[in-house]
């Protein structure tokens, strides 16, 4: 299953984690030195919820990112899902 957020579009981002080694100038060293840069990926905060929307009088079964559940409280879940293109 996609790791993806179903109303924002959070999605797994790809980056970089760069890799110093040496010991600092200030602590009696040469400087430190970028050696390479290592691949990582960032994935977004998804949990699966079961929201209740009171205008349709059904559950529905979302995979939501921790921001897209704080939007759902605010705005409500009738008006976050029908913007969505989920209802």
């Known amino acids: 299953m996609?790791?993806?957020?179903s109303i924002r579009g959070s999605r797994v981002r790809v980056g970089g984690k760069i890799h110093?080694?040496?010991l600092a100038k200030k602590k009696?060293?040469?400087?430190?030195h970028v050696t390479k840069v290592n691949k990582r990926t960032v994935s977004p905060n998804?949990?699966?919820?079961?929201?209740y929307v009171p205008e349709?009088?059904?559950?529905?079964?979302?995979?939501?990112?921790?921001?897209?559940?704080?939007?759902?409280?605010?705005?409500?879940?009738?008006?976050?899902?029908?913007?969505?293109?989920?209802?």
């Not at 009696?28 to 430190?32: D, F, S, Y």
Request: proline residues 0%.
């Open 20 to 22: 110093r080694s040496g």
């Open 46 to 51: 998804l949990h699966v919820k079961r929201i």
């Open 56 to 87: 349709l009088g059904r559950y529905v079964k979302l995979k939501l990112s921790a921001k897209a559940i704080k939007t759902i409280n605010k705005n409500g879940a009738f008006s976050v899902l029908k913007k969505a293109g989920l209802i």
């Open 28 to 32: 009696g060293g040469i400087g430190r």
């Open 2 to 5: 996609s790791r993806v957020c």
